[in-house]
């Protein structure tokens, strides 16, 4: 007998027998985790090329952030010294000023940072609460 084309497409031979069958799903099986597992590798590359160009970036920004602070420190110097006729006063004065700002961030840094993430405990209770409904015993 021949093989006919089923609803899907797939050659069907109605005289296959259940070993047939299972070797063809486990051909298939095997197929399917190898194709998730190359996925799997695609997707992390990809991921890993992604965090990569993130990072060069963000360390370019890093670096032309800290040159930009330079420069404004440096016209802040001059700017302040001329005010005040003194450039070791206008140093001064932009010294204190980057130490105020400075605290002011920090401060608000380490409170961002001590808030406690409600995600966490959150889940380790559902975890016991799972754990416990596990443990019940069961009306048979």
Do not use: C
């Not at 000023?97 to 808030?115: D, R």
């Amino acid at each position: 007998m021949t093989a006919r084309p089923g609803p899907t497409g797939v050659h069907i031979d109605p005289d296959s027998g259940i070993p047939d069958l299972f070797r063809r799903l486990t051909d298939d099986t095997k197929r399917l985790a190898n194709d998730e597992l190359r996925l799997a590798k695609l997707e992390a590359t990809e991921g890993l090329h992604a965090a990569a160009r993130g990072s060069m970036w963000f360390g370019l920004a890093f670096g032309v952030g800290v040159v930009t602070l330079v420069a404004t420190t440096v016209l802040l110097v001059a700017a302040l010294g001329t005010l005040l006729g003194n450039y070791w006063a206008g140093a001064l004065a932009t010294g204190v000023l980057e130490l105020i700002v400075g605290a002011v961030l920090l401060k608000k840094g380490l409170g961002t940072y001590s808030t406690p993430s409600y995600t966490l405990p959150a889940t380790r209770e559902q975890l016991k609460e799972t754990a416990q409904w596990v443990k019940r015993p069961r009306a048979d």
